[in-house]
């Protein structure tokens, strides 16, 4: 009998695009916000290796908000400093003092007291515990602050970027190094420090794009593998989300070019998804055009890359609405000594989560380290192994061939 899953390992590893890929979609195009002319390009780019791979592609298009900067400026005590507004933050002149909120949780905002000032929020870990930037914008707002300003929890003068909704802000949000951060905490215990900033933005529409591509199987129950391709304004988003765009891209070469593909038991979609850094836009709208209206009804899995190589990072696995699944899987990774810890909950923050809602089974494989340099200048393919981004590849190719030539999904 022939080892399908040593095939498509062997396959994965020998693949060149893995890396090609990266680099191609970093370097060479380099920051795609959803929307843009560079996004348009590696959706272009997307299509063509799909079809290069023997895939029928077509692209999904859908119309959404965007913030377009017009004016940012931020001062201390008329000293100007490096600042990024958040997507959508309110455009105001704004001056005043601020709150420094050490360590935010739920337990410091109910003592914390900073009506009329600009909370000033030390890191908080997004992805693993902590609150939200949202979470803790909406405690700001709840509290009566006039501003917000979040500073980064790498060191180094590095400015993150992100947003906080997918409309303006209650009051102007923005963030600093962490550098500023303590110099502003510095001054004010002088009591020094006065802030002044000018955040002017306005809404446009704009059109993306999710590129998808087919490999059909015996039966139109379909397995999805997605990634989203585009990044924030300021970095090339190697980690997030080349790595992921890679492993679409070497799975979708790989079962292309393997035997399984004669006898293939489910219908396999690989999809990339645009908008997902303006707030998991693009996989909202296909589930919407697709799911909810019935035109392709038969998901029974939706696997989600997001994040799949960093250097030192720990690799992880989520499954969510499917215990038996989740049972096989773990039994699977542990059979062949896969490097990978497996936990059973829902998706948060990534495109799976649009899936998850309509109750679909859904797998999510990442890797994550401190610092990552998401969502910043440095998220370059540097930060990432190329040999653990193939062995990611591997895990989730090999995941993929079992659960549907073992008919668990
Ligand atoms: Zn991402």
């Known amino acids: 009998m022939r080892d399908n899953i040593g095939d498509v390992i062997g396959s994965i590893w020998s693949s060149t695009d ?61 000293k100007s400093l490096a600042a990024i507004p958040f997507h959508f933050s309110k455009s105001e002149d704004l001056s005043g003092e601020c709150y420094i909120l050490d360590n935010p949780s739920e337990k410091s905002f109910e003592r914390a007291s900073f009506q009329g000032k600009i909370l000033l929020a030390t890191p908080t870990k997004q992805r693993h515990g902590g609150m939200s930037r949202k979470d803790m914008f909406k405690k700001a707002v709840e509290g009566g602050a006039i501003g917000f ?35 502003i905490d510095r001054m004010q215990k002088r009591g020094k420090g006065a802030i002044t900033l000018s955040i002017k933005g306005k809404k446009v529409n704009k059109s993306s794009y999710n590129i998808i591509g087919d490999l059909y199987g015996k039966s139109d ?37 393997s035997p399984i593909l004669d006898s293939l038991p489910n219908s396999l979609r690989f999809i990339f998804f645009s908008g997902e850094e303006l707030g998991i836009l693009g996989s909202e709208a296909y589930v919407k055009d697709y799911i909810d209206s019935d035109k392709t009804p038969n ?21 969510s609405n499917s215990i ?77 061939v079992d659960v549907i030539t073992q008919q668990i999904v």
């Open 149 to 183: 300003i979040q500073m980064s929890s790498t060191l180094g003068g590095v400015l993150e970027t992100g947003s906080i909704g997918n409309d303006f802000t209650e009051i102007p949000a923005l963030s600093c190094s962490y550098e500023t951060g303590k110099l």
């Open 18 to 78: 893995v890396s090609q890929n990266l680099n191609y979609i970093c370097d060479t195009i380099g920051s795609r916000p959803a929307g843009s002319e560079s996004a348009h390009l590696a959706g272009e780019y997307i299509k063509k290796k799909l079809e290069e791979y023997g895939l029928e592609t077509h692209t999904h298009r859908f119309e959404h908000p965007c913030w377009e900067k017009e004016i940012a400026e931020f001062f201390l005590d008329k």
């Open 324 to 400: 038996p699944m989740h049972n096989h899987i773990v039994d699977f990774v542990e059979s062949r000594g896969f490097d990978i810890k497996m936990s059973l909950r829902p998706p948060h923050g990534t495109d799976a989560v649009h899936f998850a809602h309509r109750k679909i089974p859904t797998f999510g494989l990442a890797q994550f380290t401190a610092p990552s340099y998401m969502h910043t200048a440095f998220d370059t393919p540097d930060k990432v192994d190329i040999s653990g981004l193939k062995n990611s590849t591997a895990i989730a190719g090999a995941i993929l």
């Open 299 to 319: 998901v029974s899995l939706m696997c989600n890359y997001d994040c799949t190589n960093i250097k030192g990072g720990v690799r992880g696995a989520f499954t």
């Open 221 to 257: 129950n379909m397995v999805i593998s997605g990634a989203h391709y585009d990044t924030w304004d300021i970095g090339p988003g190697a980690f997030d989300n080349g790595t992921g765009i890679s492993t679409v891209l070497g799975l979708a070469e790989t079962i292309s070019k």
